[in-house]
């Protein structure tokens, strides 16, 4: 299984039990080349549709920028999965959120806040890395552990310096916009590391976080 397989198991639970029923219409922002929850959402009776310049061919797709996607309706719920960090324009992606969902409709977010990623847990990730395996590109974390060390830079400069090359907004960012257009109905710090971890569950996250050794990185949103 896949670092994305992992992830996507283990958060949909969470953003099924969030949405309206089935056959409600749900519409995915980010859904990337995998196609994100909608497979999922789809075998469990929804209309759902995925958006993302880099989205799988088929009909339950859009190969589209998010803020530039106009669809035919409102819909009753949205889910945008590690995809507000990384928009070019962070306020007209809240906006067009809040414009195609019917009035009481469900929002899901699922993020990161990358400036949480202090160097106890950046260190503590690093020592639960596994080996690339043979053929594939290294992942996120192994990029960062080895560019961290060329580097020669503090951990926290070097961490925010990446953030400002690659455009990424902060989670305490994120929540104030969606805060400022939707009504929360839920919020929680959460792990986020584990599936790119070797051997090292949810769970285990949790517990680490529980002791006072890493900070929690991943954050989960629902509003209307």
Do not use: N
């Amino acid at each position: 299984m896949t670092p994305d397989d992992r992830w996507l198991a283990a958060v949909w639970p969470f953003v099924r039990e969030q949405l309206p029923p089935a056959p409600a219409a749900v519409l995915e922002i980010g859904c990337g080349t995998l196609g994100g929850f909608v497979p999922a959402l789809r075998d469990a009776g929804y209309r759902a549709v995925g958006v993302d310049p880099d989205a799988p061919e088929g009909p339950d797709y859009r190969q589209i920028e998010f803020e530039d996607y106009e669809p035919p309706r409102p819909v009753d719920g949205a889910v945008a999965s590690l995809s507000l960090h990384h928009v070019a324009d962070l306020d007209k992606a809240q906006d067009r959120l809040r414009d195609l969902l019917v009035p009481g409709g469900t929002l899901v977010v699922v993020e990161w806040s990358w400036e949480r990623l202090d160097e106890a847990t950046a260190r503590w990730a690093f020592a639960r890395l596994a080996p690339p395996a043979p053929g594939t590109e290294p992942g996120w974390l192994h990029r960062h552990q080895e560019r961290w060390s060329a580097s020669g830079q503090a951990w926290d400069r070097y961490l925010r310096d990446w953030a400002e090359q690659e455009g990424l907004h902060p989670g305490e960012r994120i929540l104030r916009g969606l805060d400022a257009r939707f009504t929360r109905r839920f919020h929680a710090e959460h792990p986020y590391l584990f599936a790119d971890l070797a051997a090292t569950s949810e769970v285990e996250e949790r517990a680490a976080i529980d002791a006072g050794l890493i900070r929690a990185v991943g954050t989960r949103y629902v509003a209307s």
